[in-house]
């Protein structure tokens, strides 16, 4: 078996909660060796917020496992130089901080690139290090809706709806940032250079709304909520309720698929009003509702798993997890937490050749392998023995 994609890439990772975490996760499941660093305090809050198994939030568990865990203060000027001297030897660092947070503490890219001039640094914020928002406190809900995602989420003449699916924190900061690394490590392998990566949350999850844009390039407006192309303007691209309250997915949008649906539907008759708008759409989405609404959803997915038109159910996540298609595809694996138990987890997504996916760390408790990574990084026995007992680490 072939070394993982990452292996031998070392990262250092400060972030905490979830988009940072999350986007380091990707980066160890490819098998980079990132070492989570937490100050000696509270470290990451992510450890206890909301609920969970027996020690550790869930959030915790599922979004640091791969990963060891190193405990250091570095408010002190001993921190700070064990730091410098561990980015000397790692290829990425990854901050969650507020723009200018790592200069004062002394360890930013301007310091660290002075001694790894092949260093990718990496930083996670809401509005990036310019602007007039860079010092600006944000969650997921102010990032989206800066981007003008909230305001197309919801049904015709009702609010912004709030998914749970936080898309400026895992679009946006998550998955551009791993973007981000791996370009930049790759021009780094090629020149010896490193380069600074600012990723802002709102830029990144702004720049993948594309017909919104398409809307206002061609209307010169957005089209209402829950009236646009792919958010219920089209009756072949909905959602229905069916006789049990539960719901089918349409996704029909090609005239083949449409046509399919309406003759399964018993309703032939309406294939040929497929990109209808306005009152007729309504009129065409209220006579499909009907049909959908006199058998239940189990009757519609038995139907419908034999005919190919782009028709689904709309599960639950406990259905999700039977599902035999993510089943197939490994989605789910559970690991065993030494402390925490039993830990059902989704795998890493993407599938590569001659690669098998593997948790072989669970989430490290705080600073667990402090001692070992240390004594890697060339520090002797006393010097880290002079560490804890100063509260470094």
């Not at 406190?137 to 709806?161: E, F, K, M, R, T």
Request: charged fraction near 20%; proline fraction near 5%; glycine fraction near 10%.
């Amino acid at each position: 078996m072939r070394d993982k994609p990452l292996h031998g890439i070392k990262v250092l990772d400060l972030t905490r909660l979830l988009p940072g975490p999350l986007a380091t996760l990707h980066l160890a499941d490819l098998g980079a060796d990132v070492i989570k660093i937490e100050d000696t305090g509270a470290g990451d809050y992510a450890r206890t917020l909301g609920a969970g198994a027996k020690t550790h939030a869930w959030l915790f568990l599922l979004v640091n496992r791969n990963k060891r865990a190193l405990r250091l203060d570095l408010k002190q000027a001993a921190g700070r130089e064990a730091f410098l001297e561990l980015a000397n030897q790692a290829d990425v660092i990854v901050d969650s901080f507020r723009p200018g947070v790592v200069d004062k503490l002394g360890i930013g890219y301007d310091t660290v690139r002075a001694g790894n001039p092949r260093i990718v640094y990496c930083a996670i914020t809401g509005y990036g290090q310019t602007g007039p928002y860079q010092d600006r406190a944000g969650h997921d809900l102010n990032y989206c809706g800066y981007a003008g995602i909230s305001d197309q989420i919801g049904v015709a003449g009702g609010p912004p709806a709030i998914p749970n699916f936080q898309i400026g924190d895992l679009v946006g900061g998550s998955l551009s940032a791993v973007m981000g690394i791996l370009a930049a490590l790759l021009d780094a392998r090629r020149t010896g250079q490193g380069r600074y990566v600012d990723v802002a949350m709102t830029d990144c999850a702004l720049a993948h709304t594309i017909f919104p844009l398409i809307s206002q390039l061609s209307h010169g407006q957005v089209l209402p909520r829950g009236e646009d192309f792919l958010t219920g303007a089209l009756p072949c691209y909905s959602v229905y309720e069916t006789a049990d309250g539960r719901y089918m997915a349409v996704g029909a949008l090609e005239q083949k698929f449409w046509a399919l649906c309406c003759q399964t539907l018993g309703r032939p008759d309406l294939a040929e009003q497929h990109r209808v708008s306005g009152a007729k759409a309504a009129a065409i989405r209220a006579e499909v509702a009907v049909l959908f609404q006199s058998q239940p959803q189990a009757h519609w997915v038995e139907i419908f798993d034999r005919v190919d038109c782009c028709v689904t159910p709309v599960l639950t996540m406990a259905e999700a997890m039977e599902n035999e298609q993510l089943r197939a595809r490994g989605m789910f694996v559970t690991s065993h937490h030494p402390i925490d138990g039993p830990v059902t987890q989704y795998a890493f997504p993407v599938k590569f050749s001659e690669f098998e996916f593997a948790i072989e760390r669970e989430a490290p408790l705080a600073g667990e392998h402090s001692e070992e990574i240390l004594t890697e990084a060339g520090f002797s026995t006393a010097r880290i023995a002079q560490l804890r007992a100063a509260g470094v680490i």
